[in-house]
């Protein structure tokens, strides 16, 4: 009996239940579908990224991976006509516009007389799953974290890696997803870069296993130095994770198998999953801020659209913030650190939406999850499920001081301002008056309420 599996967000051999069952029961060709819908906002650096990770999953599968661009139910009933395959496998999508998407195929092969088998998820606990005592799902971190971690120790472990026999189509046809991503670029995004990141980090399984081993061996002080922007001492796993060449329950029995209890790791993999498991129940959170209280309305005017460019140039005259903005530009990463001062800066001190700010993260990233990317943003902006309040801004400056003391940092990702005779600008806004700016705005917002 053939089967399809159609790989997503899961681009790997390794750990992958839907491939496993395939395999079980026969034949198995390969499929991966670039959706033009999907695929439009997706900026060029994380098309490329794609690009790598799937010609690494097609050289692990002796080439037998099939790339088809068009809408994926009328893809799928195609190749399974023209190979005589009988039911397509597929890791579970979470996302709104996946489930969206997946709920339509389910609807189609089923009028083809095709079985759709999705197999569990990209997460441990497959969001939507767990529940408050009343029924409601979980709005704040530490109880979902304390429901996750009694779930999780009930998850089965990684599925060793099948023996395939694969098979091809007949007549595919070649696509280069670099030719059908970013068709749909965001008007505010006026005259800035869309060049792939020249230093993007490697893409694929053999990749993603040799960083999760590097990690693996170090992971115990994660926890100490992870914010500690000159070390550069992050897991760098979040891309590998992103388009599935690692799954975390192969991650988290790495850090087991090597003796790592690594507490602040394993926190970071629970908010991955903690905020798809929100995006699940308020899909409308992707874009549109989950409680709005005390947030004032942002700025949208052709000012604002300066302050932006300016920021998302890397050209503010904040060392930390360009020199995350940089990183951005060359590497399509930051780490979380200074995500979240670029973020607050653009949000809390230039007063630009959060909403243009998540935009070119996800544009640029090639980590650029939806629900970890717009719920950190929503973090940040004092919009999402965190109860802190909106007077939470960061001081680049003082975050500078605190984690790049030796400027370590700034000096790897902003050469020129350190070289003999670098200038350096002034910084475009006074911090202190646009943090009182900030807070103004803040308290005119609930008043108005």
Known sequence: ??????????????????????????PVLGLFVVDPVL???????????????????????????????????????????ETGADAVYATAETTPRGRARDAAVADALARAAIAWRPHSTPYVVEPGTLRQRDGRPYRVFGAYARAWAERAASVPGPVPTPPVTWVRAPGEVPAVV?????????????????????????????????????????????????????????SRLSPHLHVGALHPRTVLAA???????????????????????VLWHEPRSAWHDLRGAGAPPPDRDGAALAR??????GDTGLPLVDAGMRQLLAEGW?????????????????????????????WRLVDGDVASNQHGWQWVAGTGTDAAPYHRIFNPVRQAERFDPDGAYTRRHLPERYRPGGVVPAPMVDLAAERREALARAAMARGAR
Request: aromatic fraction near 10%; hydrophobic fraction near 45%; charge should be positive.
């Open 1 to 26: 009996m053939r089967s399809i599996v159609w790989f997503r967000r899961d681009l790997r051999r390794d750990d992958h239940p839907a491939l496993a069952a395939a395999a079980a029961r026969g």
């Open 39 to 81: 695929a439009a906002p997706v900026g060029p650096t994380r098309g490329r990224y794609l690009s790598e990770a799937l010609a690494a999953l097609d050289a692990s599968s002796g080439h037998h991976l099939v790339i088809r661009v068009g809408d994926p139910a009328e893809v799928l009933i195609a190749v399974a006509r």
């Open 178 to 234: 670099g030719d059908v991503v970013g068709t749909r670029r965001p008007a505010h995004f006026g005259g800035l870069p869309d060049a792939p990141a020249p230093a993007r980090p490697p893409a694929g399984e053999d990749a993603a296993r040799e960083a999760l081993l590097a990690f693996a061996g170090r992971a115990e002080g994660y926890g100490a130095v992870r914010d500690d922007l000159g070390r550069d001492a992050t």
């Open 255 to 277: 850090l087991d198998a090597a003796g790592q209890v690594a507490p602040e790791f394993r926190r970071q993999l629970v908010w991955r999953e903690f905020y798809a498991d």
């Open 308 to 313: 932006f460019s300016r920021w998302a140039r």
């Open 334 to 362: 930051m780490p979380n650190r200074a995500r979240l001062v670029c973020a607050s800066f653009l949000v809390k001190h230039l007063h630009v939406d959060w909403r243009w700010g998540a935009s070119w993260f996800l």
